[in-house]
């Protein structure tokens, strides 16, 4: 029988495992020394929540579906029709073609063409690779098209720590402000975290408080890189963004709570396609352009 998500790929280095999905790239677990550091899913088991899927040409959500580029108006299907929105791009539910595998790494290559309120055609590529440094991912799409396109990227992995309750996990997001949204999620304005219930910066324990915010103007190492930890007793789990990931997604959401905290890097905020306090965000790939990113996980 097929599983819902194609072939699965381990990919292994010393303690560390992960599983790849032939389905959307997907990370679907990553294991160190037997215990998960990424909470994913079982193989026959369809993907819920986004749950360790890649997110491009755009990830988190847009208007209606709706966008200018280039002097015309994009419409895209609505795939979250209950908020009347697009959401998390166009690659997660197709099958991705391994074109590198080692014992340790894996590479996955999909093509994007043109349809309803897409505009060109880009090729996307994912390496999963494990070391004793932990988990990294390399992503690069590349406008293999004549037109401009609109990009960005994000990830939707859900770090686990052996928790019971979400209450329990100490959280540190390094992130100055976060974007304050309407009941359908998309952007009002960027507003600092001080003296709020958004503000995660102190490592405390998340308790009854449900997320689905994006953070920004985040506070980084001295590899240029910001860290997101989770702890609970002797437990840690971290994840990491480069330069070009500007923003964090923190989601526990109340029909996934206790199910582990999802934390997605992001190169832009939610609906960075049209005007408004997440614009800036959005990469414009010219033909024959490609971007590069990386993001990582640790845990013991």
Same mark, same amino acid.
């Given at each position: $029988? #097929?599983?819902?998500?194609?072939?699965?790929?381990? &990919?292994?280095?010393?303690?560390?495992?992960?599983?790849?999905?032939?389905?959307?790239?997907?990370?679907?677990?990553?294991?160190?020394?037997?215990?998960?550091?990424?909470?994913?899913?079982?193989?026959?088991?369809?993907?819920?929540?986004?749950?360790? $899927?890649?997110?491009?040409?755009?990830?988190?959500? &847009?208007?209606?579906?709706?966008?200018?580029?280039?002097?015309?108006?994009?419409? *895209?299907?609505?795939?979250?029709?209950?908020?009347?929105?697009?959401?998390?791009?166009?690659?997660?539910?197709?099958?991705?073609?391994?074109?590198?595998?080692?014992?340790?790494?894996?590479?996955?290559?999909?093509? &994007?063409?043109?349809?309803?309120?897409?505009?060109?055609?880009?090729?996307?590529?994912?390496?999963?690779?494990?070391?004793?440094?932990? *988990?990294?991912? #390399?992503?690069?799409? #590349?406008?293999?098209?004549?037109?401009?396109? =609109?990009?960005?990227?994000?990830?939707?992995?859900?770090?686990?720590?052996?928790?019971?309750?979400?209450?329990?996990?100490?959280?540190?997001?390094?992130?100055?402000?976060? *974007?304050?949204?309407?009941?359908?999620?998309?952007?009002?304005?960027?507003?600092?975290?001080?003296?709020?219930?958004? @503000?995660?910066?102190?490592?405390? =324990?998340?308790? =009854?408080?449900?997320?689905?915010?994006?953070?920004?103007?985040?506070?980084? @190492?001295?590899?240029?890189?910001?860290?997101?930890?989770?702890?609970?007793?002797?437990?840690?789990?971290?994840?990491?963004?480069?330069?070009?990931?500007?923003?964090?997604? &923190?989601? #526990?959401?109340?029909?996934?709570?206790?199910?582990?905290?999802?934390?997605?890097? $992001?190169?832009?905020?939610?609906?960075?396609?049209?005007?408004?306090?997440?614009?800036?965000? $959005?990469?414009? *790939?010219?033909?024959?352009?490609?971007?590069?990113?990386?993001?990582?996980?640790?845990?013991?």
């Amino acid at each position: $029988m #097929t599983n819902p998500t194609g072939e699965q790929y381990e &990919i292994v280095s010393g303690e560390h495992r992960a599983v790849i999905t032939e389905v959307g790239a997907t990370l679907r677990t990553y294991t160190v020394e037997g215990r998960h550091v990424v909470r994913g899913f079982e193989a026959h088991e369809v993907i819920k929540g986004g749950r360790g $899927m890649q997110l491009l040409p755009w990830p988190n959500r &847009i208007r209606d579906g709706r966008y200018p580029f280039d002097g015309t108006t994009q419409q *895209l299907a609505l795939t979250e029709p209950k908020r009347h929105n697009a959401i998390h791009g166009l690659a997660r539910h197709v099958v991705w073609t391994v074109t590198e595998q080692a014992a340790d790494a894996i590479t996955q290559r999909v093509r &994007i063409y043109p349809q309803s309120g897409w505009p060109g055609t880009i090729e996307a590529t994912v390496t999963h690779q494990v070391s004793e440094r932990g *988990l990294q991912v #390399t992503v690069r799409a #590349t406008n293999i098209g004549s037109t401009d396109v =609109p990009f960005g990227y994000a990830s939707h992995p859900y770090l686990t720590v052996g928790e019971e309750t979400v209450d329990d996990v100490s959280i540190t997001v390094p992130a100055a402000s976060y *974007l304050e949204v309407d009941d359908r999620l998309l952007p009002v304005r960027v507003s600092p975290v001080d003296g709020l219930p958004e @503000d995660l910066r102190s490592g405390a =324990p998340l308790g =009854p408080t449900n997320l689905d915010t994006a953070y920004t103007d985040l506070e980084r @190492d001295e590899d240029g890189r910001w860290r997101v930890r989770l702890a609970l007793g002797d437990r840690q789990a971290e994840l990491w963004g480069d330069s070009t990931m500007t923003w964090i997604q &923190i989601f #526990t959401g109340e029909s996934f709570r206790n199910l582990s905290i999802a934390v997605e890097p $992001m190169t832009c905020g939610p609906d960075a396609f049209n005007p408004g306090p997440t614009h800036e965000g $959005m990469i414009v *790939l010219a033909p024959g352009k490609s971007y590069t990113g990386r993001w990582g996980v640790t845990g013991q």
